[in-house]
């Protein structure tokens, strides 16, 4: 039961630590874009696709008109589902190992996640180059939300009982 509680806690301390470590970077240290127009057959790849154009925040990304920006932000926005998903799975872990009842959990876990993602996009207004943004936290929360759903959609799959179903 401790090492389970152990491992949880460890992973939500190298998600934070993660969350930390990037917030604090000026974007133009993590500016991907000189990496991505190195692989031009990655751009006519992406150019080649149907077009998708979407607006995020009052911005356009437009995988035809500028293919890096587009691949950038898909993985920029890829890594706040998966980083809010795995703190959120990890924090609903470690209650769970603690005692709290499944819904209860998963309530305390979705709010913790989206405390972080508000800290973490309000202290991106004092880094050069980052923005904060509301459509951030709500990305992140839906990342936990989505990992969420698919966890428990798996252990209802395999037949777990990784939910514990019976202390709802």
């Given at each position: ?20 470590h990037f ?74 190992v603690a ?70």
């Amino acid at each position: 039961m401790r090492s389970k509680f152990f491992l949880r806690s460890l992973i939500v301390l190298v998600c934070l630590a993660a969350v930390a470590h990037f917030s604090s970077q000026p974007f133009t240290e993590q500016d991907l874009r000189p990496e991505i127009e190195r692989h031009g057959r990655l751009l006519q790849v992406i150019r080649k696709l149907p077009p998708i154009r979407l607006s995020y925040d009052g911005q356009v990304v437009d995988s035809r008109m500028n293919p890096a920006d587009f691949i950038q932000f898909c993985l920029r926005k890829g890594a706040h589902i998966l980083l809010y998903g795995v703190l959120g799975l990890a924090l609903s872990g470690a209650l769970g190992v603690a005692g709290l009842k499944v819904v209860r959990r998963w309530l305390v876990a979705g709010m913790l996640v989206a405390l972080v993602a508000f800290l973490d996009e309000w202290h991106q207004l004092t880094v050069p180059g980052r923005t904060g943004r509301a459509a951030d936290v709500l990305l992140d929360l839906a990342g936990f939300l989505f990992l969420a759903s698919v966890a428990d959609l798996c252990s209802l799959v395999v037949g777990t009982k990784c939910t514990k179903r019976k202390d709802a």
